[in-house]
């Protein structure tokens, strides 16, 4: 096991040939939340930030848990060749649709319709390990369901959905979605 202060130039590497990482977030109390990503939501600005673009899904428990507790963890692990566990500690700040500078990060990202939250960690910690049990698996392509479903609902679609699935966290923590991401006509 190592730990590091920030993202060397070969961990860096190790994360952008990834097509998996996993979210972890909590408040001081109640659920923690463990959240499996993919497609080309997330992007390494620096040694020291990252951006995850959090496009719209079943739950938006990170987004209820930041506003309380900005930790976050996010966990890249190998599934071929060398086995390795990278973990990323750090804070996340919650940017969403209606903020200041959503539009200058959001360019990182595909544009989606979908897209509800970009956190923006800062990262503390870095640690890795060894991986020597994660089993093998070969990554046979994106799934398109989410495409197509953003696609097929549309922005008001999207919205209602928002309104009526992504409002609160399991715990009943008000994710202000509403509020922060659809524009008052």
Known sequence: MEHFKNLTNDLQKFIEQQKIFFVGTATSEGLINISPKGLESLKVIDKNRILWMNLTGSGNESAA?????????????????????????????????????????????????????????????VQTSCGYAVPYYDFKGERDILKKWNENAGEKGIQKYWKENNAQSLDGIETNIEKKNIERS
């Open 65 to 125: 848990h930041t506003q309380e507790n900005p930790r976050m963890t996010l966990m890249f692990t190998s599934f071929e060749k060398k086995p390795l566990i990278l973990r990323i500690y750090g804070e996340a700040k919650t940017i969403h649709r209606l903020d200041e500078g959503w539009d200058t990060l959001s360019s990182n990202f595909p544009k989606s319709d979908g897209s509800r939250q970009i956190f923006d960690l800062t990262i503390s910690l």
